[in-house]
C-alpha cells in the first residue's frame, strides 16, 4: 500500500499560482502512475492530471490544459502539481492518488489516495 502526504495548499487570488507536492513511502514509487484529483464542496471526485511511471506522458482534464504541469521525481518519490492563472472555480481538496496503470488510476477503483490539501482560489 502506498502511503501518500500532500502539501502546498492554501488561499490565493484569481491569477496566481500554486505548487502542490506529495510524498509517496512504502512502495517502489517508480512502478506506479500518480494523479492529482480535487474535490469541491458537494461535487463528485475529478481527474486533474496524471503522470505515467517515468514521467514520459502525461494527461489533464480539459479545463487544467495550458495552467497545470504534473511532473514527478522519482529520485525523491515525489508527484507535484504546479497550478497557473488560477480560477475561483479551481476551489476544492486536492489529492495525490497512485495506482499501477492509468486506467485504474482514473476509475478511481484501486488506488491509494493521500489526505489531500486544501486549494482556495478568492476573486
Known amino acids: 500500500q502506498v502511503q501518500l502526504v500532500e502539501s502546498g495548499g492554501g488561499l490565493v487570488q484569481a491569477g496566481g499560482s500554486l505548487r502542490l507536492s506529495c510524498a509517496a513511502s512504502g512502495v517502489t514509487f517508480s512502478k506506479y502512475v500518480m494523479a492529482w484529483f480535487r474535490q469541491a464542496p458537494g461535487q463528485d471526485r475529478e481527474f486533474v492530471a496524471a503522470?505515467?511511471?517515468?514521467?514520459?506522458?502525461?494527461y489533464y482534464a480539459d479545463s487544467m490544459k495550458g495552467r497545470f504541469t504534473i511532473s514527478r521525481d522519482n529520485a525523491k518519490n515525489t508527484v507535484s502539481l504546479q497550478m497557473n492563472n488560477l480560477k475561483p472555480e479551481d476551489t476544492a481538496h486536492y489529492y495525490c492518488?497512485?495506482?499501477?496503470?492509468?486506467?485504474?488510476?482514473?476509475?478511481?477503483?484501486?488506488?491509494?489516495w493521500g489526505q489531500g490539501t486544501q486549494v482556495t482560489v478568492s476573486s
Open positions: 492518488a497512485a495506482d499501477l496503470t492509468i486506467s485504474s488510476l482514473r476509475s478511481m477503483g484501486t488506488a491509494s
Open positions: 503522470i505515467s511511471t517515468l514521467g514520459y506522458t502525461t
